[in-house]
């Protein structure tokens, strides 16, 4: 596993199908173990959102994040 990430997610808010749900976890498991920085699993989950659901998707990654 790339980086000193935990394996741990939190969801603090979902507006979507479960089938979306479980996509995008099974989208972080495999951006985590490809990439060490936040930005770059951020830019991996977005990806693979736009190409399976279409554009307009963000995707935020970060401990920090609202805070």
Known sequence: ???????????????????????????????TSQFSMSKEMATAMKRAFDRKYGRNWHCIVGRDYGR
């Open 1 to 31: 596993m790339a980086g000193s990430f935990n394996g741990h997610c939190l969801i603090k808010n979902v507006v979507m199908s479960k089938e979306m749900e479980r996509f995008a976890l099974d989208t972080f498991r495999t951006a």
